[in-house]
């Protein structure tokens, strides 16, 4: 029998990023930081186009194809986007 529990952090993490500013999340995971924090705010910074912080996180978790999507992204029409 396996049982999963979230670690504080994560929790927090994903309290944040439904509560607060995306700014405010990056904030609390860069004083806190681990892979699985950054991708959820790569996930949440995507979901709202923030290209920035995407890429930020991307680079944070040595994501380079994550780096190259935010390139062609970025060169995408606002129509496609």
Not at 8 to 30: C, G, H, P, Q, Y
Not at 38 to 51: F, G, M, Q, R
Request: glycine share 2%.
């Amino acid at each position: 029998m396996f049982v999963q529990f979230e670690a504080k952090s994560l929790r927090d993490t994903r309290d944040l990023l439904t509560t607060v500013s995306l700014k405010e999340a990056v904030d609390f995971v860069e004083r806190n930081p681990h892979k699985r924090l950054w991708k959820l705010i790569t996930e949440a910074a995507l979901d709202k186009l923030n290209t920035g912080i995407a890429e930020r996180a991307f680079v944070k978790n040595e994501d380079y194809y994550g780096v190259q999507l935010i390139e062609r992204i970025q060169n995408m029409d606002e129509k496609v986007k």
